[in-house]
């Protein structure tokens, strides 16, 4: 019933998010906040509007007065797409001006929570029921390390666990970031969809990897864990690990339904003798519980032999039982950290394993980051030095295999890592370097 003009005025106060949430209130709205009058102006306030002036001899840019040809020569909503445009390459510009440097241990971007925070990044869980209702989950948690990021989600209100058939892991990033002041969450955002879980008979379908007093903590590749209050056998938390190879990636440049696919290795020719199999890697090693980080090393010069493939994997030894000169202790009580709104916890025994492994060029070549959890062996000790109770812990998945054994020592309390191995799949390897093995 209000006047169209008086509407108009009343848009030409509110700043450029505002305008858009106003756009998708109804039909009419939405043609009056594309007026090209009202975004000019704000477009003109961010970017100085620029014409190029063609003389005999050079190329000259001056700045001009953009007035009535500007407003009327343009289809309505013109000048709204080029201040978005505009926009998102700054945005895209700055970040990639951040991730540009990069760490020669890791092989990974020095400055990856520097480019997230500038590019507005966050992340949400979407659970989704058995009758098509989404429960969306944005309060969270974040925790940076060396090469991966952990998300904790926690709520008063979580759904049904009985009720929920998936889970859905998004990046959101707002339209238009803004550096000065924290992302809108009514503001307009973009969903690229990162990982999908199927939660139906969650207890008997996934990994069970630890529990404390109040909790069981259940494990879901990728990286996905899913704390169960004991008594309810409700959600009480979820918390998700990213790595940060591709993570930026995977997390603005997919779709709300389909995920960024990474673009293919071009194999590249070993250009040594392939009996020599892999030479000269480089591994960047993180275990850590949340808040405490238990280890963090680089390990150089790994190589194994084309002899060494068996069963279709290529050993990698990092840490050797027969030499205890490298072998290293764990700092700290092993445990992974949860909290909620009124509780909190550490799961014993359990922790978040990053792993990255990089080529003989230092090129990242095999990334993860996911829970995982130690445990008890029957196999005695064989290891004068220690003579304690051995631990194991293993982690697989369609890449590649990681086996950790420990042992406990009892007079100063701690872990020693022993042995450590990496199987890297020869699918892997075969289609990275366009080799046979």
């Known amino acids: 019933s209000m006047p169209s003009e008086m509407l108009m005025k009343i848009f030409s106060y509110l700043d450029a998010v505002s305008l858009l949430c106003v756009g998708c209130v109804n039909r009419h709205f939405y043609h009056l906040a594309n007026d090209n009058g009202i975004w000019l102006k704000i477009y003109s306030s961010c970017f100085q509007p620029k014409r190029t002036i063609w003389k005999m001899k050079s190329e000259q840019t001056e700045t001009v007065s953009l007035g009535y040809a500007a407003l ?36 990974l971007p020095c400055k990856n929570k520097e480019a997230m925070k500038a590019s507005g990044l966050s992340w949400i869980i979407v659970l989704k029921d058995k009758n098509g209702k989404e429960h969306v989950m944005e309060k969270a948690n974040l925790s940076f390390k060396d090469t991966s990021v952990t998300i904790l989600w926690y709520s008063t209100n979580w759904p049904c666990l009985d009720i929920l058939s998936t889970l859905k892991l998004f990046g959101v990033t707002p339209l238009l970031p803004d550096q000065s002041r924290a992302p809108s969450k009514n503001g307009p955002r973009r969903r690229s969809l990162i990982a999908e879980y199927h939660l139906a008979n969650l207890t008997e379908s996934s990994t069970a990897v630890g529990a404390d007093k109040l909790v069981q903590v259940f494990s879901l590749n990728p990286g996905l864990v899913v704390g169960l209050w004991k008594e309810k056998n409700e959600i009480a938390f979820v918390m998700a690990s990213l790595h940060y190879h591709q993570l930026l990636e995977r997390s603005t440049l997919g779709s709300a339904t389909v995920q960024y696919v990474l673009p293919p290795n071009k194999p590249v020719l070993d250009d040594v003798d392939p009996e020599y199999g892999l030479h000269d890697y480089s591994l960047h090693l993180d275990m850590h519980g949340g808040s405490c980080t238990y280890l963090c090393g680089t390990f150089k010069s790994l190589s194994c032999r084309k002899g060494d493939v068996e069963n279709g994997y290529l050993r990698l030894i990092v840490v050797s039982l027969k030499d205890n000169t490298k072998h290293l202790p764990l ?107």
């Not at 909290?339 to 550490?346: A, S």
């Open 72 to 107: 009327h020569d343009r289809k309505p909503g013109y000048w709204k797409k080029e201040y978005i445009f505009k926009q998102i390459a700054a945005v895209k510009t700055r970040v990639m001006r951040l991730v540009k440097p990069v760490d020669p241990y890791t092989g």
């Open 331 to 437: 700092i700290g009580t092993v445990g992974l950290s949860w909290e909620t709104d009124v509780f909190k916890g550490n799961v014993k025994d359990c922790y978040v394993m990053d792993v990255t492994l990089l080529d003989e060029t230092g090129k990242p070549f095999w990334c993860f980051s996911a829970p995982v959890y130690m445990e008890l062996s029957s196999r005695a000790s064989s290891v004068f030095d220690y003579m304690g109770h051995i631990y194991t812990t293993d982690y697989a998945d369609s890449e590649g295999k990681v086996c950790v054994e420990l042992e406990w020592l009892e007079e100063t309390k701690e872990y020693f890592i022993v042995n450590l191995v990496l199987y890297i799949s020869t699918k892997k390897v075969n289609n990275w370097y366009g080799t046979n093995y």
